[in-house]
């Protein structure tokens, strides 16, 4: 029986394709050349992340009288009250929190956030002096929801591209990471929360019109709401659509025959684990195995063809880290 075994996993081993490694997947895995790939990776999508912000602010928030939370959101109140200019406005406020991230965050975070905060401030600059007609104004009241919609998908969209390098858009942001090492995770929400409620609070006195209706001057406020509301979900769904995958938990009476098949038509991992079921006391293996959404019609064929009668459940996993997926480098 051992000398069967034995053979069995020989015979199973001798089948399977050579073991994956980091080198394989990425044959330039820590060198010079590969560090130079990813800050010049990180530069590019800095620049466009603080493109997106910059354009966000001055073509469609700003135009259309009403502001973000953050303290991007504090730089447009003050250049719609006090006509002061957006791009210096963005660099100054944001200034004293560049500085204290070089001291209490890493020092990858600090170096990006400040260059996405200073590329920001660069690219508004250069559109006011070249381009300074380019400000999207909807003449109705209610066509201003698109300009809400359009700043909440750029926002989002930048903040994905600056959270992928390991940076952030600045601001509100660089207060997170800070108190993040004071405070619980549910306190900083709350924390970051107030604080945008603050300044969404502060455009009803800024754009406040007493020629006007309470629900007239109540506008700005529910048009802010609804850009956060789809900068959230913008930022949510990008991530999880990036990193995302099917968990598959199979138990099987034939872990080994699963097990090889999918790591032969798959080059997945897969790991066995004791399980038993509690109405007939037998011993079976449950297989935990992660894959992309475009292999789940092939892992499922597998299962099928080797074990029918093996119990499948399927599960959304929202992010993966690891060798085959994303690294936290992404």
């Not at 968990?247 to 034939?254: A, D, G, L, Y």
């Not at 894959?291 to 996993?317: C, G, W, Y």
Request: net charge positive; proline share 3%; hydrophobic share 50%.
């Amino acid at each position: 029986m051992q000398q069967k075994e034995t053979q069995l996993e020989t015979t199973a081993g001798a089948s399977l394709p050579p073991k994956i490694t980091k080198e394989n997947i990425d044959p330039l895995a820590g060198s010079k050349k590969k560090v130079v790939l990813q800050w010049i990776r990180a530069l590019v999508y800095t620049m466009i992340s603080a493109f997106l912000v910059s354009i966000a602010a001055y073509s469609l928030i700003s135009p259309n009288n009403f502001t973000i939370g953050g303290v991007s959101g504090i730089a447009i109140l003050l250049n719609i009250a006090l006509k002061w200019d957006l791009a210096l406005l963005v660099f100054v406020l944001n200034a004293p929190l560049i500085v204290l991230s070089f001291f209490y965050v890493k020092k990858k975070f600090a170096v990006l956030t400040s260059l996405n905060v200073l590329f920001q401030s660069l690219w508004l600059l250069l559109i006011e002096l070249v381009f300074p007609d380019l400000k999207i104004e909807f003449a109705l009241q209610v066509e201003r929801i698109f300009a809400a919609i359009a700043a909440g998908l750029c926002i989002g969209l930048a903040i994905v591209l600056a959270f992928k390098v390991g940076g952030s858009t600045g601001g509100a942001d660089i207060l997170a990471v800070i108190i993040q090492k004071k405070l619980a995770a549910a306190s900083i929400a709350w924390i970051l929360f107030a604080f945008n409620c603050l300044v969404i609070g502060a455009s009803f006195v800024v754009f406040y019109d007493k020629n006007t209706s309470i629900a007239y001057n109540l506008l700005p406020i529910m048009l802010a709401i609804f850009e956060s509301y789809i900068e959230s979900k913008t930022n949510e769904s990008m991530t999880n659509g990036f990193q995302s995958a099917i968990e598959f938990r199979i138990i099987t009476n034939k872990p080994d025959e699963i097990s090889t098949a999918v790591m032969q038509e798959l080059s997945r991992g897969v790991t066995a684990l004791s399980a038993k079921g509690m109405y007939t006391k037998e011993d079976r293996s449950m297989l935990v195995c992660v894959v992309s959404r475009r292999q789940v019609p092939t892992l499922k064929r597998v299962i099928h063809e080797i074990d029918p009668d093996a119990f499948v459940v399927m599960s959304n996993v929202s992010q993966v880290l690891g060798l085959g997926f994303y690294t936290s480098e992404n």
